[in-house]
């Protein structure tokens, strides 16, 4: 298990919410210093810290556990799946437009 990569992933949802590690650890109530640890790849939380990082983060196992899946693309697709489902009506069909240009077969 690769828990550089996890906690890349962990750090990457936490700066997209423009949030320090002291945010973090505040929302999670963990301390600064083991969210840094983890976020390194020194530490690996439990489960239930896992989740409640993740929780705070608006972030699902899929997008942080992304590299650790045997079908790295079934991963990726669920985490497009979910990100598509939060956009509007209209964007979703510009997607759904897209990918039917780019799959259609010549």
Known sequence: MNLECIGMRIKEKRMEKSWSQEV????????TIYIGMIERGEKLPRLETFLRILNCL??????????????KYAAKMA???QKITQLSVQEQNKICKILD???EEE
Request: charged content about 25%.
């Open 58 to 71: 608006d972030a699902t196992p899929n997008e942080i556990l992304v590299d650790m899946f045997t079908d």
């Open 79 to 81: 985490t497009y799946k």
């Open 24 to 31: 973090l650890a505040y929302e999670a109530d963990l301390s």
């Open 101 to 103: 240009a780019l799959l």
